[in-house]
């Protein structure tokens, strides 16, 4: 079946670190992928999309790159902060017209330390 | 513009007592969903509509039932709750057709003793 797999957290780094969250999928056509924020208490908000092979999504300083040869969409920002502490959700969409069937991962938690 | 909202915040329920989950959005959209957030297993979709008057199935539909008699809001229901429905429930919406963006409710935490 259709799936995302992420790196398991939580992940704990310092202020200016670089940040990698790993992010796996698995489709059976082609899919579109995101990435969701989860701040402390509200619900998850789009950080960023990409729809087809090779196309990179970015907002905030974030950004993904969409691998179709490595079927990946990695999560990385090369200077994090402290207001950067929340989940964060890799999903996809398998069929770009319907949007009712969008698969989440479980999910990583970042603290980001002063 | 509040977004989508949702009440309650947090409930804790006996089992096999029955409740109902409000979920309002102010932003004209035609696509709503139900989903419930469990550690390690992300979010998993429930039911959702893709219209007023419209309901459908998703992932793990068995043991709730869902109305869209108005296009702003999307009820849950529980009618008879089970320890294995302890989640965070999450309400979201969009455009519809075309339109990735999803938006989300704060959640409501619901325990079942």
């Known amino acids: 079946g259709n799936s995302v797999t992420q790196m398991e957290g939580p992940v704990t780094l310092s202020e200016e670190a670089f940040l990698t969250i790993n992010c796996t999928y698995t489709?059976?056509?082609?899919?579109?992928l995101f990435w969701y924020v989860q701040y402390p208490g509200e619900g998850l908000q789009l950080l960023l999309k990409?729809?087809?092979?090779?196309d990179k999504g970015s907002n905030k300083g974030f950004e993904a790159t969409y691998r179709k040869e490595t079927t990946s969409f990695h999560l990385e920002k090369g200077s994090v902060q402290v207001s950067d502490s929340a989940v964060y959700f890799c999903?996809?969409?398998?069929?770009?017209?319907?949007?009712?069937?969008?698969?989440f991962g479980a999910g990583t938690r970042l603290t980001v330390k002063p | 513009n509040a977004g989508v909202t949702q009440t309650p915040k947090f409930r804790v329920l006996k089992t096999g007592q029955s409740m109902t989950l409000l979920c309002a959005q102010d932003?004209?959209?035609?696509?709503m969903y139900w989903y419930r957030q469990d550690p390690g297993m992300g979010l998993r979709l429930i039911h959702y509509?893709?219209?007023?008057?419209?309901?459908a199935k998703g992932e793990v539909p068995d043991g709730y039932n869902v109305s869209r008699l108005k296009k702003q809001n999307f009820l849950l229901g529980l009618e008879s709750a089970a320890p294995s429905q302890t989640s965070v429930y999450f309400c979201?919406?969009?455009?519809?057709?075309?339109?990735?963006?999803?938006?989300f409710g704060p959640g409501t935490r619901l325990t079942v003793t």
């Open positions: 979201a919406s969009s455009y519809g057709i075309s339109s990735y963006e999803q938006y």
């Open positions: 489709a059976t056509g082609y899919p579109s």
């Open positions: 990409a729809t087809k092979a090779d």
């Open positions: 999903a996809l969409i398998l069929t770009p017209r319907n949007n009712n069937d969008m698969r």
């Open positions: 932003m004209n959209h035609e696509y």
């Open positions: 509509s893709v219209g007023e008057g419209t309901t």
